[in-house]
C-alpha cells in the first residue's frame, strides 16, 4: 500500500477516541468544516467496522458541539464520498461535517 495521508494525519486530533480522530479540514468548504477519520486504514464507509462507524459517530457529536459554540451554523452536512466517481480524493475511509450558514451571516 503507498504512504496514507490520512493514516499520518492522527497527531494533528483536536478530538480523539479509540479508534477514530478528528481534524479540522485544511480546505474547507465552510468556516468549521471538520474531518472525522477512523485511525485503521479502510478505503470507504462501507468498508469500516461497525465500531469504526461507532467511534465516528462519537466524534460527530463532540465536532457539532465545538463548531456550534465557535461558528453558530445554521445548518449541516455529513458526508462521504465513496470511490472516484462520487468525488473520493484519498481513499481512507472519512465523513465531512460540514457546517451550513443562512445567506447573509
Same mark, same amino acid.
Given at each position: ?22 481534524i479540522w479540514d485544511k480546505f474547507p468548504k465552510t468556516p468549521g468544516h471538520a474531518l472525522i477519520i477512523p ?12 465500531? #469504526?462507524?461507532? &467511534?465516528?459517530? *462519537? ?7 465545538? %463548531?456550534?459554540?465557535?461558528? +453558530? ?9 465513496? #470511490?472516484?466517481? &462520487?468525488?473520493? *480524493? ?7 461535517? %460540514?457546517?451550513?450558514?443562512? +445567506?447573509?451571516?
Amino acid at each position: 500500500m503507498e504512504k496514507c495521508l490520512f493514516c499520518e494525519l492522527g497527531k494533528f486530533a483536536v478530538a480523539e477516541n479509540e479508534l477514530a480522530y478528528m481534524i479540522w479540514d485544511k480546505f474547507p468548504k465552510t468556516p468549521g468544516h471538520a474531518l472525522i477519520i477512523p485511525k485503521g486504514h479502510s478505503r470507504n464507509f462501507f468498508d469500516a467496522t461497525a465500531a #469504526e462507524h461507532a &467511534a465516528m459517530a *462519537e466524534l460527530l457529536l463532540i465536532a457539532k458541539q465545538m %463548531i456550534d459554540e465557535k461558528h +453558530k451554523p445554521d445548518g449541516y452536512n455529513i458526508q462521504s464520498n465513496i #470511490e472516484v466517481v &462520487a468525488g473520493q *480524493e484519498i481513499f481512507h475511509t472519512h465523513l465531512h461535517l %460540514i457546517p451550513r450558514y443562512k +445567506k447573509g451571516n
